[in-house]
């Protein structure tokens, strides 16, 4: 999914790569002005010597390599103008060129290897994104439905926050949560609470009964595991239910910020818990019923459910043409307060009754 503000870094990107392609031409011919407009005294070495060390990083090894060849040629010639082909100063300055475009050409191996590895790793994390939060049909049971993950951290493609929408007998199931804790430990813990619900929303007839379906799953995973984690581990979670054929919307709130409803008129209403609820993971703390609150889900309606700290002032009196329209707006101004500096992960989904 690309985050708000990719373009223009990847414009910004994209230039400062144009400048360093041709810097080193222009510190070659810099350094051949320079000999010719100065007294013999001075030296353009530190021109010469900067070419192919500029050039390693984005030129190709052959690129590289004719760098710092074309600027061995130039530190020789420089020199011979003057009849001092062979004099010490020469000699030096030479072998000192000579010796920085060697360096240059392993400094250009080692960054080619490591862009292979980061490649390869962002592979990997992408399509690990697509496997366990894949992005939803734009339209389900007759809902229009968008999605969105903006990780806090560059090139982090997936962490602790989810999200899944699941058609079933009894309507469009959806659930947004929050894993505590980060890395690859997360990364699983939102995969097994995903695969409980796409197994519960099928199969349960309240998302009451869905919902312990996930406190279970993850007691079991908690058990399996064994150690600090057992004790440690649970995620904040609101479920949510559209009955067909109803104005209506049922949530299921375990300890997660609430879901926003946005009407068309640019009203906005927080769906609050008439009782609150522990996260899911902390059933051994104490045990009571889920109870699903409903309230009215008109047309043109858009229910928006997340996992950071959004508030209603942030979504008032505006209006929004699409969920998808929604959530990019509400991610780049996210992005924007924030200074492209965000601390935690951020799962978005909304859903539009036409």
């Known amino acids: 999914m690309v985050r708000p503000g990719d373009a223009e870094e990847g414009r910004r990107i994209s230039s400062l790569r144009v400048v360093l392609q041709v810097l080193p031409v222009l510190l070659i011919v810099g350094g051949v002005f320079y000999d ?25 090894l052959s690129g590289t390599v004719v760098t ?11 020199h011979a103008r003057y009849g001092l082909a062979a004099d010490a100063d020469t000699v030096t300055e030479v072998v000192t060129v000579a010796t920085v475009a060697v360096l240059a050409a392993v400094i250009n191996r080692v960054v080619r290897r490591g862009e292979g590895r980061l490649a390869s790793a ?21 809902f229009d439905i968008a999605a969105r993950y903006e990780a ?34 997360a990364v699983a813990a939102v995969s097994i609470v995903i695969g409980a619900f796409r197994e519960a929303a099928e199969q349960e007839a309240t998302l009451e009964a869905v919902a312990q379906r996930l406190e279970r799953a993850l007691a079991r995973e908690a058990t ?37 409803l946005l009407h068309v008129d640019g009203t906005v209403r927080c769906l609050l818990a008439r009782e609150a609820a ?8 104490g045990t009571w019923p889920d109870r699903a609150d409903e309230t009215g889900f008109p047309a043109g309606a858009t229910l928006l459910l997340h996992t950071d ?20 707006t509400l991610a780049e101004e996210v992005r924007r307060h924030t200074g492209g500096g965000m601390t935690d992960d951020m799962a978005l989904l909304a859903v539009r009754r036409p």
Do not use: C, W
């Open 278 to 285: 522990l996260p899911l993971g902390m059933g051994d703390l």
């Open 36 to 60: 010719l407009l100065t007294p013999h005294a001075f030296t353009a070495i530190p021109f010469f010597t900067a070419a192919p060390l500029v050039a390693a990083p984005v030129y190709s």
């Open 309 to 328: 700290g959004l508030s209603e002032a942030r979504l008032a009196g505006r209006t929004f043409r699409a969920p998808g329209e929604l959530l990019r």
């Open 68 to 78: 710092g060849g074309v600027a061995l040629i130039a530190t020789y010639a420089v």
């Open 152 to 185: 806090a951290q560059a090139d982090a493609f997936i962490g602790g926050d989810l999200y899944a929408v699941q058609d079933s007998p009894y309507g469009v199931r959806l659930v947004v949560g929050d894993v505590r804790g980060k890395g690859m430990g």
């Open 224 to 260: 399996r595991r064994g150690g600090i984690e057992a004790f440690e581990g649970f995620t904040t979670a609101v479920l949510a239910e559209l009955p067909y054929g109803r104005g209506v919307v049922r949530i299921v709130n375990r300890g997660h910020p609430p879901p926003l």
């Open 122 to 142: 962002r592979g990997i994390a992408e399509a690990t994104q697509r496997a366990v939060l894949p992005e939803p049909a734009g339209r389900i049971g007759g």
